[in-house]
């Protein structure tokens, strides 16, 4: 009867780890996507990510480089004073994105160009995004909005 009892027990702990390994994989497949690391325009010219790799683009719009035309089609440079990567986007821009202004972007990094598929601009006059910030902070350029 122990013996039963026992063999029942290891039977119920070994479907409990199997459950348990099957549902940490599942999240982890899932998350994979979910999960993109911020680089400054320096760091992707330094080491470029690989082409299907998504990740999140941050810098200020280079001055007299946003360029509207082919359709939806957008191009514009974005610069942490360091480095300078050019960017391609399709679609509607945020209603406060322009020149000389912080900007976040979401997408990969192909044949030298950021092909973007999401743009995320500041949202009022003293705003940019923390990464944003800290990469400017590193390359010297930044200026905070009550320094001047």
């Known amino acids: 009867m122990k013996s039963l009892k026992k063999q029942r027990r290891i039977q119920i702990i070994a479907v409990a780890v199997l459950a348990l390994a099957v549902s940490t994989a599942l999240i982890g497949y899932a998350m994979r996507d979910g999960i993109n690391f911020f680089r400054s325009p320096s760091q992707v010219m330094e080491e470029p990510p690989a082409s299907n790799e998504r990740f999140r683009l941050g810098g200020l719009v280079e001055e007299g480089t946003l ?10 440079s974005v610069t942490d004073g360091g480095a300078t990567v050019p960017v391609t986007y399709t679609g509607v821009l945020p209603d406060l994105f322009e020149e000389n202004q912080g900007m976040i972007g979401t997408g990969t990094f192909q044949d030298g160009v950021f092909m973007a598929t999401e743009i995320l601009a500041k949202h009022d006059e003293s705003y940019l995004p923390k990464e944003v910030a800290d990469a400017l902070k590193e390359q010297g350029v930044y200026q905070p909005a009550d320094a001047e």
Do not use: K, L, S
């Not at 360029?67 to 514009?76: A, E």
């Open 67 to 76: 360029v509207r035309g082919d359709g939806d089609t957008i191009r514009f």
